[in-house]
């Protein structure tokens, strides 16, 4: 499956958050994360900062879900809209 998380984020009012797209966002916290597969991680990261598409299996697809849901350096704003836009790319 390959993963592409290039657009932006939205506040409560529907307005996109200037600055770092999903993807970046996303980099950001697994860079700043200390579970997991690091290698795999810092790869995923590199790409999806640099706005390019992630491809993984369905395994890879659970763990990075399941970073989200668990992290502590996303608050529950940016969680929940990455965990949709995950529930779309699964379709």
Known sequence: MKIELNNQFKSFAGEDFKGLTMGQMLAEALGQ????????LYSW????????????????????KGLVETTEVL????????????EKLKK
């Open 33 to 40: 994360g200390n579970k997991g597969n690091s290698i795999k």
């Open 45 to 64: 990261a590199l790409k999806f900062y640099n706005k390019e598409a992630v491809e993984m299996d369905d395994t890879d697809f659970d763990v990075l």
């Open 75 to 86: 608050n529950n704003l940016f969680k929940a809209q990455l965990l949709l836009e995950f």
